[in-house]
């Protein structure tokens, strides 16, 4: 668990940072150099969203059938050839192009693709090992903007992402090809006793069958999708918002770059304290906080120390809830078909994490701050109720065929 855990982590970080990220300090270069406009430069990562949307299903069940070292591999090999196509654009189609393509690769090794990684390499602790992983994916952000500063400001946009390709080829198809190359000796009983083994070492019971697996999958991807407004919104549109909440534009850059601390923070309680806990009430925690968080924020009135509170909370709640992601599924549905599971519940996911951003610029154009910040209330909120009322419905059809 520890050989593969680490050499995910490298990956995801790598991939995450030259991938995802990039736009994060290229977004201005590209735009200034080509004459674009921001809002197409951005659209490409929209773009790059619903492509992981329209494939992430079956992309769930190729990593099933063919096994995740595979699959990872040929999307770190897609990724890199599409930032190196992405380097060399000329018009806005190809740029477009070239994000869709970076979109489907990172389906195929992100952190959906990583966390069937885990469960297929030992599961009878991937909750365990999905929660170690993502304690290296907050640094991804926080190394590649600085490495994608750096680099434009000596060689430009275009030599970045060219740079971005080497690196994450370089170094994460290594990683992958090593890091996966063996299983525990429970994974060779095959993918029904590695579920068995599964729930044997955690308090969660046995998985969900029958209608009332179908009917927990739909109602966690409804529950997924919902915050996956609230984070697509926070991601792009975190700084403004603290603005809107009456900070200086440089006091809000140093208090929105706490969020990525809060969310390490948060990751390492969980593993500390959370394996005790079923996977669905850390989940219940987790999204619980969420909507107490825009609450701080909505009657801050200009309180730094308020706007610090909301965004260590809303973080904290961020990074456990990409554990959560992984982790409820594996509880409530076992290991087996575990990739098509995820690869169903994160296509809503996507989608709504593509549109939410534009969404909610709408929202604000013609209604302003406040009534925005009264959407992501109502969005965390909504998440929340429905939370509790999945795991009430879970209680009572725990084992049900």
Not at 44 to 52: E, K, R
Not at 252 to 276: D, N, P, T
Request: glycine share 10%.
């Amino acid at each position: 668990m520890i050989v593969a855990v680490c050499a995910l982590g490298i990956a995801q970080i790598t991939t995450w940072g030259t991938s995802y990220y990039c736009l994060g300090v290229l977004a201005g270069p590209i735009a200034a150099d080509t004459g674009w406009t921001r809002s197409l430069v951005y659209f490409g990562f929209t773009v790059s969203l619903l492509a992981m949307g329209l494939v992430s299903a079956w992309a769930g069940r190729v990593i099933d059938r063919h096994g995740a070292r595979a699959v990872m591999s040929a999307g770190v090999a897609l990724v890199s050839a599409s930032l190196y196509a992405l380097a060399q654009v000329r018009s806005e189609a190809g740029y477009l192009a070239a994000w869709a393509a970076i979109g489907v690769g990172m389906r195929f090794c992100l952190y959906d693709a990583a966390f069937v990684a885990l469960v297929q390499i030992v599961p009878a602790r991937g909750r365990q090992a999905i929660s170690y992983l993502t304690l290296f994916g907050a640094f991804a952000s926080s190394v590649f903007w600085v490495l994608g500063h750096y680099f434009n400001e000596a060689y430009g946009w275009r030599r970045t992402l060219e740079l971005f390709a080497l690196i994450n080829a370089g170094v994460c198809l290594p990683l992958i090809l090593a890091g996966l190359a063996r299983r525990d000796a429970r994974a060779a009983q095959g993918a029904a006793g590695g579920a068995e083994a599964a729930a044997a070492a955690t308090p969660d019971g046995p998985p969900l069958q029958g209608r009332a697996r179908r009917i927990a999958i739909a109602l966690f991807a409804a529950i997924m999708s919902l915050n996956g407004f609230v984070f697509g919104v926070v991601t792009v549109q975190l700084v403004p918002l603290l603005e809107a909440a009456g900070l200086t534009a440089a006091a809000a850059v140093w208090i929105a770059s706490l969020k990525g601390f809060a969310q390490f923070g948060g990751r390492v309680v969980e593993i500390s304290f959370g394996r005790k806990l079923r996977a669905i009430t850390v989940a219940r925690l987790a999204i619980g906080a969420l909507p107490l968080s825009f609450l701080l924020l909505l009657f801050a009135g200009a309180n730094v120390q308020v706007i610090i509170a909301f965004t260590l909370l809303m973080g904290a709640s961020q990074g456990v809830i990409t554990i959560v992601r992984g982790a409820v599924p594996l509880a409530l549905f076992g290991a087996n078909g575990y990739g098509a599971v995820l690869g169903f519940i994160a296509t809503p996911i996507l989608v709504v994490n593509a549109v939410s951003p534009s969404l909610f610029a709408v929202v604000v154009d013609h209604w302003g701050w406040q009534v925005a910040q009264f959407a992501l209330l109502a969005c965390a909120s909504a998440s929340c109720v429905a939370m509790e009322l999945m795991s009430r419905w879970y209680e009572r059809n725990r084992g049900a065929d």
